[in-house]
């Protein structure tokens, strides 16, 4: 049922935004140099490594690590990337890993391949048995600003919470997240 929901929800998703992917793809490859899309390594669903597609909002020169590990992330931001950071809009080319299944919606937000503290917790923990998501429950519950340990608490609680309904309550609060910008710090 849920992968059935995730395709039926990308076509409509991917639908209604064709227009706004169109003119942020274009925004992104005119406003800094390099490609407009950023492909990073991920891990997926038993800790097998993908490529997750998001809008290049940084510039081609920034180290491949989490934005928290960066000394001054804003220094790396391209002209619109921190509009695009800040209302979540460089998220909207993981539609593609969600129509191709190595994403869902909703689980557990996908580590980068040298998040090694991260994948080891949540490998102990059995949350690496999910299939990765463009929002979760640790994402609405502090995004960028919870501890890693936290994280995978919430990744945990998710784990063993998991449903369509309780799917549907976390998108509906991510939407209202996005919309009022709450935990996003770059």
């Known amino acids: 049922m849920k992968r059935g ?20 793809f274009v925004l992104v490859k005119v406003t800094s140099p390099g490609p407009a899309l950023y492909w990073s390594d991920r891990v997926g669903k038993n800790n097998k490594i993908f490529r997750m597609p998001k809008f290049r909002s940084m510039y081609i020169s920034t180290p491949s690590v989490a934005t928290h590990l960066l000394r001054n992330p804003q220094l790396h931001l391209t ?9 979540s809009l460089d998220e909207l080319p993981q539609l593609w890993s969600i129509l191709i299944g190595d994403m ?28 990765p998501g463009l929002t979760g429950w640790a994402q609405i519950n502090g995004r960028d600003e919870l501890p890693i340990p936290e994280k995978v608490l919430l990744d945990v609680e998710y784990l063993h919470r998991r449903s369509f309904l309780f799917d549907i309550q976390i998108l509906w609060l991510t ?6 910008r709450d935990g996003v710090t770059h």
């Open 79 to 87: 002209p619109i990337g921190s509009f695009i950071r800040k209302y």
């Open 104 to 131: 869902t919606f909703v689980g557990p937000r996908p580590a980068l391949f040298n998040q090694d503290d991260l994948i080891s917790l949540r490998t102990e923990q059995g949350v690496d048995k999910l299939v």
């Open 175 to 180: 939407l209202k997240k996005v919309i009022r």
């Open 5 to 24: 929901f995730d395709l039926f929800l990308v076509f409509i998703t991917a639908t209604l935004l064709s227009i706004l992917i169109f003119m942020l």
